[in-house]
């Protein structure tokens, strides 16, 4: 099938022993004529065309379960896919049963797309409003890591992309600081 590895000691992305920068898309999956429902197969299709046009090679799926044909594209024209999970506003034990099992399906469901190179089932602690202090929710993310890696030990799981980590295969960051901010956390790698 394809072999991925992120452990090769450089910390480099590898797709069959091939060093790859993976320069995603942030890809909503919204359409102007039906909401989160692609209009078509051929939609898809050309969505990722219109993402390898502009030199991305894959997208980080945003809050939503991507429909299998979108996968079944990617395959085919070689596009990277994070896959990724829709999440709760509020923390609860039926929150945490309800999303384990969509969870798990999703993974399951998917697990056979090459495409697919890293899970990530919780995005910027959404529906995890306590997770530094709140142990309760700090174990049901270390939990979603260990059981997507029982069903999948062959990707890397990030854990809660962009924000606090518990348990993670790699670490993701986001700053949305704007203008000038930016400018000097970009050239000097730093906060002032």
Excluded at 22 to 28: I, N, P, R, S, T
Excluded at 97 to 121: C, G, L, Q, Y
Aim: proline residues 5%; aromatic residues 12%; contains cysteine.
């Amino acid at each position: 099938m394809r072999e991925l590895n992120w452990t090769t000691g450089d910390h480099t992305f590898r797709l069959n022993g091939h060093p790859i920068f993976q320069a995603l898309v942030l890809d909503q999956g919204y359409w102007p004529e039906t909401g989160m429902t692609p209009p078509s197969a051929e939609a898809l299709k050309h969505d990722i065309e219109l993402a390898q046009s502009m030199c991305f090679n894959g997208c980080r799926k945003h809050q939503k379960v991507e429909d299998p044909r979108f996968l079944y594209f990617a395959d085919q024209l070689g596009f990277l896919v994070w896959g990724e999970m829709a999440n709760g506003k509020e923390f609860s034990n039926a929150y945490m049963d309800r999303f384990n099992e969509e969870w798990m399906a999703a993974v399951k469901r998917d697990i056979n797309h090459p495409s697919i190179v890293t899970w990530t089932p919780i995005n910027e602690s959404w529906g995890y409003p306590e997770l530094k202090d709140n142990v309760q929710q700090q174990n049901h993310i270390r939990s979603l890591y260990y059981m997507t890696k029982c069903l999948d030990p062959t990707r890397s799981v990030n854990d809660n992309c962009g924000w606090e980590h518990v348990c993670d295969d790699l670490t993701t960051f986001r700053d949305y600081s704007d203008g000038p901010a930016l400018t000097t956390i970009c050239k000097t790698g730093r906060y002032s």
